[in-house]
């Protein structure tokens, strides 16, 4: 891989943390003066992790521009990696049916978003 196409992973990711970031606070916000309830802002917060996730692994594997079944597992099984890790530390509950189905769409969304990625891009 090239100089540029590294340079230009980083940029979409420090994006992509960004974003994150500031939904959060907005969520964080809202929840602190209770405009919206607990349950709508995680949910608020899981769909846009969803989306970001997508995104993040399209343009990924567009730079990249082959294996994008490669690239897109890569990425989510890096997140379920940091999800796990972040359960067995103990900052939540343990491992449960929940945790194994919101794993199994993180690697759908990140495998099928850096599929389409990679099929875009142009011979």
């Given amino acids: 891989m090239t100089?540029?196409?590294i340079k230009a992973l980083?940029?979409?990711s420090a994006m992509t943390l960004g974003i994150c970031v500031i939904v959060s606070l907005i969520m964080s916000v809202f929840l602190y003066f209770e405009m919206i309830g607990l349950?709508?802002?995680s949910k608020v917060l899981y769909g846009t992790f969803v989306i970001v996730l997508l995104v993040f692994s399209f343009v990924?594997?567009?730079i990249v521009g082959a294996k994008g079944l490669f690239v897109?597992?890569?990425i989510g099984l890096g997140l379920v990696l940091l999800s796990l890790l972040y359960r067995l530390i103990?900052?939540?509950s343990g491992i449960g049916i929940t945790f194994m189905i919101r794993n199994a769409v993180i690697l759908l969304v990140a495998a099928s978003g850096a599929v389409v990625g990679v099929n875009t891009v142009k011979q």
């Fill in 3 to 5: 100089n540029q196409k």
């Fill in 10 to 12: 980083g940029v979409v």
């Fill in 39 to 41: 349950s709508t802002v």
């Fill in 60 to 62: 990924c594997a567009r």
């Fill in 72 to 74: 897109g597992l890569s």
């Fill in 90 to 92: 103990g900052v939540e």
